[in-house]
């Protein structure tokens, strides 16, 4: 399906609900699915078509000093309404979604947008393409719609751009995407954008810089280059605990284990383009992107598991 099929069809399947439309992403969403969420919301607003966002554990202490997020009109999980018409951003496949997956039994139409090219294509419209986040994506065919590119929905795009591809330094980074961020950040301003940037980054949580110093008291190295590290601590809603381990000058990519509620989250990052981090992440149930990946496992015996977890890594870069 190329963007004037998909366009059409999106077209078709949400000016045409006589009801409002549910959009759903990935549970604990990060700057992608919070800003491509946003984004569609934008764009539907202009569509005059209502809709509603279904944020599953967002870190609203993250997010709540920008103006776009607050404005967004969000749902409850506990909502029993029948939505017949149902979008998902940089949700791979309907497990990512948690308890809200449950609101894509009864819908008629669902629509699938992602940038992970292990996405299971469930959706029964699909715009699934490899590309550096959803933000890009809904960019390659928003030109095709009747909407107009606003500022609140320039920094939402943004916002998806900018954290997935930390800042441009990963390797999803492409000098076309240079160019979409240079209309998108003509649109907002240079004094917005510096605004925006020191937002996302300028600042963590305390609770944050101490759950890195307890990965960095526990980190070994399992093979050359090859970081593994866990957290013996729920880590709530805390993201992006394993960054600072791949900053760590020698380290071609890091693993780190952490406790979630009843879950163990596993998160691999490569910085060395020639490793494949997503098979690693596959082995234990999970996926991604190629030096991007993550995994959920059922939390039983932490030091167990954790020991189980570092022998398949080991294993995995030995081989």
């Not at 998902?88 to 699938?112: M, W, Y």
């Not at 699934?128 to 606003?150: F, N, R």
């Not at 020639?274 to 992440?281: E, T």
Request: include cysteine; charge should be negative; aromatic fraction near 8%.
């Amino acid at each position: 399906m190329d963007s004037k099929a998909f366009v059409l069809e999106f077209r078709k399947a949400v000016v045409t609900s006589k009801s409002d439309v549910l959009i759903l992403t990935h549970l604990q969403p990060d700057g992608d699915a919070v800003g491509s969420a946003i984004a569609i919301q934008l764009i539907l607003d202009q569509l005059k078509v209502k809709s509603k966002i279904i944020w599953n554990k967002v870190s609203h202490e993250t997010w709540k000093t920008w103006d776009v997020f607050q404005e967004a009109v969000v749902g409850e999980i506990s909502d029993t309404s029948q939505y017949p018409i149902v979008i998902t951003v940089d949700s791979s496949n309907p497990d990512r979604l948690g308890d809200a997956k449950r609101f894509l039994e009864h819908a008629q139409k669902i629509i699938n947008i992602d940038h992970h090219t292990d996405n299971s294509l469930f959706g029964t419209i699909n715009w699934v393409h490899d590309a550096s986040s959803v933000g890009e994506l809904i960019d390659a065919w928003l030109p095709l719609l009747d909407v107009v590119y606003t500022v609140p929905l320039a920094e939402a795009l943004i916002v998806s751009i900018v954290t997935d591809t930390g800042r441009f330094k990963y390797s999803n980074t492409t000098a076309h995407l240079f160019l979409v961020m240079n209309r998108l950040t003509a649109l907002i301003g240079q004094n917005r954008y510096f605004e925006l940037v020191n937002f996302l980054f300028a600042e963590e949580s305390l609770l944050k810089w101490q759950l890195i110093s307890i990965a960095i008291q526990n980190l070994t190295l399992v093979s050359d280059g090859i970081a593994f590290s866990y957290i013996d601590r729920d880590c709530g809603e805390e993201d992006g605990l394993v960054d600072p381990i791949l900053s760590i000058r020698g380290v071609r990519a890091a693993v780190l284990a952490r406790p979630v509620g009843n879950q163990i989250r596993l998160s691999f990052r490569a910085k060395d383009i020639q490793l494949n981090i997503r098979n690693l992440a596959q082995q234990f149930g999970g996926g991604g992107h190629i030096h991007a990946s993550g995994a959920t496992l059922p939390l039983t015996d932490f030091s167990a598991q954790i020991e189980e977890i570092k022998l398949v890594v080991e294993a995995y870069f030995n081989e």
